[in-house]
């Protein structure tokens, strides 16, 4: 049986969004799109706590409002109505170039495609982001890029261009460059969802070595037994949080699902 929780209903309602140990908090997230052809609400209402340390799934059909929601939580995009509080800056009350700018600092995004830049070095990629937070001095930047990429197993890779290598380098690589200002929170939509099983696996890896070092991670997922392996998992449907629960296979390891699955089991 999943375990149902409810975070959405506090015994008294809270002042604000902030919480403490809550490291993302949706408060009544509405987003509408508005076009030419009418308008259409892809997020009616979500709730949603995320606290530091979690290993999060986001699960659901396709058009459910998935990436709408990660886009919300990495202030790609702004909700129509709601609260979104991240590492206590209410993120909907920013203007662009200061969401960017926070952004940067706070947040590591990991896409399907990777959106390496195919001009530069893998070494290159993982630079860009501290070249625009200046977080860290320029001196640091190369060695502590380098750092990141021997971390993830990826050092041996550092100066080549990210066509020559394989998808599940290149999202290794993508993961470097995530953690490159060291934010405490990684959003990844579908991350492995353009990977053969083996580079999926070793994706996931990679994710749980950065949840055990403290890092904080929400990730979108179509599949849903790589999310059994997650610590919880919400499922999204149109444009609404339907159930969120533990996994049963929270904490195993995921190695065994992948072998099945390259079986055919
Ligand atoms: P998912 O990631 O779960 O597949 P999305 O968040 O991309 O879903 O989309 C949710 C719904 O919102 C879909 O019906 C999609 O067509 C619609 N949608 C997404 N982006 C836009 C947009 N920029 N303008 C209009 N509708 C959009
Ligand atoms: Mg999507």
């Known amino acids: 049986m999943p375990m149902n929780s409810t975070p959405n209903l506090p015994a ?7 919480q403490e140990g809550c490291l993302i908090c949706l408060r009544n997230l509405v987003k509408t799109y508005v076009g030419s052809e009418g308008s259409f609400t892809a997020l009616r209402g979500i709730d949603l706590t995320v606290n530091t340390g979690e290993f999060v799934s986001i699960v659901g059909k396709s058009g459910c409002g998935k990436s709408t929601l990660i886009n919300m939580i990495t202030g790609i995009d702004r909700p129509t109505s709601g609260e979104i509080t991240v590492a206590n800056t ?13 952004r940067g600092a706070n947040v590591g995004v990991i896409f399907q495609f990777f959106q390496l830049l195919p001009t530069l070095t893998a070494i290159e990629n993982v630079m860009l982001p501290m070249d625009y937070s200046r977080k860290f001095s320029i001196s640091q930047r190369p060695a502590r890029a380098l750092a990141i990429l021997e971390q993830l197993g990826m050092a041996e890779h550092a100066h080549k261009m990210p066509t020559t290598l394989s998808g599940g380098q290149q999202q290794s690589i993508a993961i470097a460059r995530s953690l490159a200002n060291d934010p405490p929170l990684i959003v990844a939509d579908e991350p492995t ?11 996931f890896h990679l994710f749980e070595q950065l949840v055990d070092q403290g890092k904080t991670i929400v990730m979108v997922t179509h599949d849903r037994e790589l999310a059994e392996h997650t610590r919880r998992i919400v499922i999204l449907s149109d444009g609404k949080v339907v159930t969120e629960y533990i996994p049963q296979a929270n904490g195993k390891s995921v190695g065994e699902h992948f072998r099945k699955s390259q079986n055919g089991i």
Request: charged content about 15%; overall charge negative; glycine content about 4%.
């Open 193 to 203: 969802g353009n990977l053969d099983s083996q580079s999926a696996e070793l994706v």
């Open 12 to 18: 008294t309602p809270l002042p604000s969004t902030q």
């Open 90 to 102: 209410a993120i909907h009350r920013l203007n662009e170039e200061q969401v960017a700018l926070w």
